[in-house]
């Protein structure tokens, strides 16, 4: 079967990196989450201080980051590397989520990282997800979905994660989050967050890990 590359594209917290794993896992793709890149670049800034509304300062920044995912076999996961360092688990924590959308909004940071992504896309046999990877990043990819569910479900889920990670964490905060989130998201000048014209929906309100893998499949086998 001739490689693809498939995008999935959606809103915060609507289980796109697990569709996303669950569909490389399947086809024996390559499993890139370009949501990470951002937060690796967000986590880069915040270590050093960056100023995001300097453009001189974010250019040089950029210039300095060194970003790539590498096999981790005792977990079956790709996981990112900042400058050779593992950060998968640094790049989870909410202040990186806090300030995420607002670097992802800058210009130059975004056509640092769709560079990258299309380099990265080059063999096909991916899957990659984020906000706007079937509209800017491979916008004549064979397959595009783009997820969406309830805000309510939404937030439960985020919930669930972080309050793993930081027990501290409140489901106010994480509500708030995701609105704020959600509207940088769809409302910033470069690549905002939209539906391909071509891109399936995918809502997974109601829909188990296992019904919303076989939708996707189903439509993978239509192609």
Partial sequence: MKRKIIT?????????STLAKQMAKILGYV?????????????YFLRNSIDITNNEMVEHALQNISIEFKHNAKSNQSE???NGENVEYLIRDMIIAEKVSDVAAIKEVREFAVAQQQQLGKKKGIVMDGRDIGTTVFPKAELKIFMTADITVRVERRFKEMFEKNPNVTIEEVKNNL????????????SPLRKADDAVILDNTNLTMEEQLEFAMHLLDKK
């Fill in 8 to 16: 999935i594209d959606g809103w915060s917290s609507c289980g796109k």
């Fill in 31 to 43: 499993y890139i989450d370009s949501g990470a890149m951002y937060r690796a670049i967000t986590l």
């Fill in 80 to 82: 990112i590397l900042l």
């Fill in 179 to 190: 609105e704020l989130r959600d509207y940088i998201d769809s409302n910033r000048e470069v």
